[in-house]
């Protein structure tokens, strides 16, 4: 019987590299990840296309997706509904895949309440200097603009503590491989494998009794 896939949630500030490094992870271990895409009733950005970036929604289709259950999470970030479509979680899960929800603070602990063994990852720079160089950007930004990026940086920052490990994205060649590996190590938590220690346990004791 295969492996059930882990529930991944990530988090970060933005301008951590959360978007590039999910890009990367994606592309080097595709058989292994499928991208959750959400649905939203935000307006599409220049470049973003239904069913990639997002499932564009009008409030009316988001609200009855919300009163068939058929969303695992969802919340209200700046007046916009952004939620977690079920099936597609389901269905990638059951097949073995670690299915990861690129989402909001509110809905990552959303998510750890009602799925405890849900693994929840922030990614950040190295820090609060490096987050701001990238934050202001090549020198185009008004200050007015800075210290929103800013404010709403410190906002982000509520919370990391609930979340089980940090990424920090430094060398984004060293950054995936060790977000790999800290998800390979989560698929051998003795807590994941219980049918695994059963069967052994079971087969030891059978061996032990046929001597
Ligand atoms: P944006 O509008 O910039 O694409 O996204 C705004 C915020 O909504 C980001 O922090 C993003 O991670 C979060 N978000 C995207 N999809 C979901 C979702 O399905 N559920 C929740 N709770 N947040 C989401």
Request: glycine share 8%; with cysteine; hydrophobic share 35%.
């Amino acid at each position: 019987m295969k492996e059930r896939g882990i529930l991944i949630v990530v988090s970060g500030f933005s301008g951590s590299g959360k978007g590039t490094l999910m890009k990367e992870l994606l592309e080097r271990y595709e058989d292994r990840y499928a991208l959750s895409v959400s649905a939203t009733t935000r307006k599409p950005r220049e470049g973003e296309i239904h069913g990639r970036e997002y499932f564009f929604l009008s409030r009316d289709e988001f609200e009855k997706m919300i009163a068939k259950d058929e969303l695992i999470e969802y919340a209200k970030y700046v007046e916009n509904y952004y939620g977690t479509p079920r099936a597609y979680v389901e269905e990638k899960l059951e097949e073995g895949k670690d299915v990861i929800l690129e989402i909001e603070i509110q809905g990552a602990l959303n998510i750890k309440k009602m799925f405890p063994d849900a693994l929840l990852l922030f990614v950040t720079p190295p820090d609060a200097d490096e987050l701001r160089r990238r934050l202001v950007g090549r020198g185009t930004e008004t200050m007015d603009v800075i210290k929103s990026r800013m404010d709403r940086a410190c906002e982000e920052a509520e919370g990391m503590e609930n979340y089980d490990y940090l990424i920090v994205n430094d060398s984004l060649d060293e950054c995936v491989r060790e977000m790999h590996a800290i998800i390979q190590g989560e698929h051998r938590r003795t807590s994941r494998n219980r049918e695994f220690v059963k069967r052994i346990k079971e087969d030891l004791e059978r061996l032990k009794g046929e001597e």
